[in-house]
Antibody
Framework: QVQLQESGPGLVKPSQTLSLTCTVS??????????WSWIRQPPGKGLEWIGY???????YYNPSLKSRVTISVDTSKNQFSLKLSSVTAADTAVYYC?????????????WGQGTLVTVSS | SYVLTQPPSVSVAPGQTARITCGGN??????VHWYQQKPGQAPVLVVY???DRPSGIPERFSGSNSGNTATLTISRVEAGDEADYYC????????????FGGGTKLTVL
């Protein structure tokens, strides 16, 4: 059974960089069958794609966040990471890491439990 | 970018059938996935590729997709089905191909 677990600070100051890591267990992040994704959900609101990465390092970023987002992968640790720079209160959200099935139209078959990140001074 | 429109809320009595729609321009030409999200929990895939169910999802959950509307149908609704439901498509022709609908709150009366 694949499991994903987010980790990182729950509180980030405005203008700083949000950093989160997702650790994958029960499966290899180097599998060519999946993208490894970050998705967020502001309190009381809907889901928003941030972006995703392939094990080789190729990435997709949501155009609305592209200038501030970096997603990276560490296959040796079976982890991938998110950095979001110049954060504001609007970036306060539950951040999920998730696995996207490449074959076909990109269904998300596994999600982490999510971690709340609050942007506040 | 591609826009998916869902009704904010749907209400249904236990034992009845709930239908949650997801509207988009010619959405019938795309494959739609549906996720269930209960309070404080991560979303769970309940229908993929318009009408397929992952292992472990009850047969009460079904999907269809045609024209400009995709529909998630929940038969014999139970109290435990109360949740938010999100549709998702992959629009490969767009520079922003990964899209979620705004979500629908299903209330079981």
């Amino acid at each position: 059974q694949v499991q994903l677990q987010e980790s990182g600070p729950g509180l980030v100051k405005p203008s700083q960089t949000l950093s989160l890591t997702c650790t994958v267990s029960g499966g290899s992040i180097s599998s060519g069958d999946y993208y490894w994704s970050w998705i967020r959900q502001p309190p009381g609101k809907g889901l928003e794609w941030i972006g995703y990465i392939y094990y080789s390092g190729s990435t997709y970023y949501n155009p609305s966040l592209k200038s501030r987002v970096t997603i990276s992968v560490d296959t040796s640790k079976n982890q991938f990471s998110l950095k979001l720079s110049s954060v504001t209160a609007a970036d306060t959200a539950v951040y999920y890491c998730a696995r996207v099935v490449i074959k076909g139209p990109h269904a998300i078959d596994y999600w982490g439990q999510g971690t709340l990140v609050t942007v506040s001074s | 970018s591609y826009v998916l429109t869902q009704p904010p809320s749907v209400s249904v009595a236990p034992g009845q059938t709930a239908r949650i729609t997801c509207g988009g321009n010619n959405i019938g030409s795309k494959s739609v996935h549906w996720y269930q999200q209960k309070p404080g929990q991560a979303p769970v895939l309940v229908v993929y590729d318009d009408s397929d169910r992952p292992s472990g999802i009850p047969e009460r959950f079904s999907g269809s997709n045609s024209g400009n509307t995709a529909t998630l149908t929940i038969s014999r609704v139970e109290a435990g089905d109360e949740a938010d439901y999100y549709c998702q498509v992959w629009d490969s022709s767009s520079d922003h191909p990964e899209v979620f609908g705004g979500g629908t709150k299903l209330t079981v009366l």
